[in-house]
């Protein structure tokens, strides 16, 4: 696999953000696209999703590695295995995860996930909303992979910088997009539907997860109604998706805050009054 050496994690910002390779004959870009994808059934809708971006990324010139989770049976429970002879006892999950991370005794699957991580410059999840999140198997594979010193624990804690993370941190410079099914018509996740804003349920995952290691998020693709989806209905839901897939490398992220760049108090990392668009509140205060 050509991935970048797991020890180059936390090397310098530059060394963290490989950039997106542009063709020598032409204005397109080369991306390496790791899709992440947690569905059971191969034959699923989400499973079509995840092939047909597969096909149409690799059309375009570009890279593709799948970390398909039911099929790898991705263990999705974090325990002291993960961690090897760097485990403690009792168990401590930061700390031990970060030791296993910095002496290189994470478990084997852990770290391939992780030179993944590196290897791309763009990441897909794909994935349905059970119970208004995510799998747990995804989750879990959130819990592992993301280690401390890896994702989090990473950079200078002083009176004017607040460790690297939310616009910093080892994945700076990489780009996410969730792509998800929802079973409800769309007007239940609208803003005044019985389950909540759409952008609201995928906050602690846009905003929690992945911009937290300084990942840049995209704006998500949803599919709604998915419940009563049918063959007829594939075609122009495939054509939304290729769309969506085509103009990955251009589009243009969530506009998230920096944490350390003058928008909060530190340490309190309280939004500066003052800076609040009008009339906005609760998680949409932390966009620009």
């Given at each position: 696999?050509?991935?970048?050496?797991?020890?180059?994690?936390?090397?310098?910002?530059?060394?963290?953000?490989?950039?997106?390779?542009?063709?020598?004959?032409?204005?397109?870009?080369?991306?390496?696209?790791?899709i992440?994808?947690?569905?059971?059934?191969?034959?699923?809708?989400?499973g079509?999703?995840?092939?047909?971006?597969?096909?149409?990324?690799?059309?375009?010139?570009?890279?593709?590695?799948?970390?398909?989770?039911?099929?790898?049976?991705?263990?999705?429970?974090?325990?002291?295995?993960?961690?090897?002879?760097?485990a403690?006892?009792?168990?401590?999950?930061?700390?031990?995860?970060?030791?296993?991370?910095?002496?290189?005794?994470?478990?084997?699957e852990?770290?391939?996930?992780?030179?993944?991580?590196?290897?791309?410059?763009?990441?897909?999840?794909?994935?349905p909303?059970?119970?208004?999140?995510?799998?747990?198997?995804?989750?879990?594979?959130?819990?592992?992979?993301?280690?401390?010193?890896?994702?989090?624990?990473?950079?200078?804690?002083?009176?004017?910088?607040?460790?690297?993370?939310?616009?910093?941190?080892?994945?700076?410079?990489?780009?996410?997009?969730?792509?998800?099914?929802?079973?409800?018509?769309?007007?239940?996740?609208?803003?005044?539907?019985?389950?909540?804003?759409?952008?609201?349920?995928?906050?602690?995952?846009?905003?929690?997860?992945?911009?937290?290691?300084?990942?840049?998020?995209?704006?998500?693709?949803?599919?709604?109604?998915?419940?009563?989806?049918?063959?007829?209905?594939?075609?122009?839901?495939?054509?939304?998706?290729?769309?969506?897939?085509?103009?990955?490398?251009?589009?243009?992220?969530?506009?998230?805050?920096?944490?350390?760049?003058?928008?909060?108090?530190?340490?309190?990392?309280?939004?500066k009054?003052?800076?609040?668009?009008?009339?906005?509140?609760?998680?949409?205060?932390?966009?620009?």
């Open positions: 696999m050509d991935a970048a050496p797991l020890n180059d994690a936390r090397g310098s910002v530059e060394d963290r953000r490989p950039p997106i390779e542009a063709h020598a004959d032409s204005k397109e870009f080369h991306m390496k696209v790791l992440v994808y947690a569905h059971p059934e191969p034959r699923s809708l989400n079509s999703l995840k092939d047909l971006a597969v096909k149409t990324l690799e059309s375009a010139g570009h890279e593709v590695q799948v970390s398909d989770l039911y099929g790898m049976k991705w263990k999705a429970v974090l325990d002291a295995e993960d961690y090897g002879p760097s403690s006892s009792p168990l401590k999950v930061a700390a031990d995860s970060g030791t296993a991370f910095d002496t290189g005794t994470l478990a084997p852990v770290k391939a996930e992780q030179e993944k991580l590196l290897w791309a410059d763009t990441y897909i999840f794909q994935f909303m059970w119970w208004y999140t995510m799998p747990a198997i995804l989750k879990g594979w959130v819990d592992r992979v993301f280690t401390y010193h890896f994702a989090y624990g990473v950079g200078e804690h002083s009176d004017v910088k607040y460790g690297e993370r939310f616009g910093e941190g080892t994945l700076l410079g990489k780009r996410a997009m969730l792509s998800v099914t929802a079973g409800g018509p769309e007007s239940h996740y609208s803003d005044r539907g019985i389950n909540g804003p759409i952008d609201d349920l995928l906050f602690p995952i846009h905003h929690g997860i992945l911009y937290y290691p300084g990942i840049e998020v995209l704006p998500p693709f949803v599919l709604y109604g998915t419940d009563r989806t049918t063959d007829e209905d594939y075609p122009d839901i495939a054509k939304a998706w290729e769309h969506r897939l085509e103009n990955l490398e251009s589009a243009d992220p969530i506009p998230f805050r920096r944490q350390n760049f003058g928008d909060y108090e530190i340490p309190s990392l309280h939004l009054e003052g800076l609040e668009p009008a009339g906005r509140s609760g998680f949409g205060l932390h966009s620009r």
